[in-house]
């Protein structure tokens, strides 16, 4: 299938998951590598700061984990699911723009663990669907 760009802005990557708060997560053996996606990420522009939670901090679903502080907005990221925190990409604390410039590379936050089903997350097919609503509504 490929990337799908939407609107000619937006990149969404097909080989990942994702949460209806435009997070993405993908797994690597029994650890999820977690960031959020291009849609949100834009949407917030430039961003200052991360605040990232201690390795060994426990999520429930939907938790939030800690906030992402743009020039326009403060916002929390929240948990894909019940999960612990094994690794979080401190080298946004200093720059928090690969968050930005490479969401889905660099811009990684956390790796966690799952301590709970991970059924709920939406397959690209419906993450592209919520984004075209998200834009058609105007709430982007």
Not at 17 to 38: A, H, R
Not at 45 to 73: C, H, Q, R, W
Not at 87 to 111: H, S
Request: proline fraction near 3%; charge should be negative; hydrophobic fraction near 40%.
């Amino acid at each position: 299938m490929g990337d799908i760009v939407i609107k000619d802005k937006y990149t969404i990557k097909d080989n990942l998951l994702y949460t209806k708060e435009s997070e993405w997560v993908k797994q690597e053996g029994d650890v999820w590598i977690y960031g959020i996606s291009n849609y949100a990420s834009t949407e917030l522009g430039e961003l200052a700061y991360v605040e990232l939670p201690a390795v060994g901090d426990t999520f429930s679903n939907a938790d939030s984990m800690g906030i992402i502080e743009a020039l326009k907005a403060v916002v929390d990221f929240y948990a894909p699911f019940d999960c612990e925190v094994v690794e979080a990409n401190t080298n946004l604390e200093d720059d928090a723009a690969p968050i930005t410039e490479d969401c889905y590379g660099e811009g990684w936050i956390l790796k966690v663990k799952p301590t709970n089903g991970t059924d709920h997350l939406l397959n690209v097919e419906d993450y592209v669907k919520l984004v075209e609503k998200l834009i058609e509504e105007g709430t982007h």
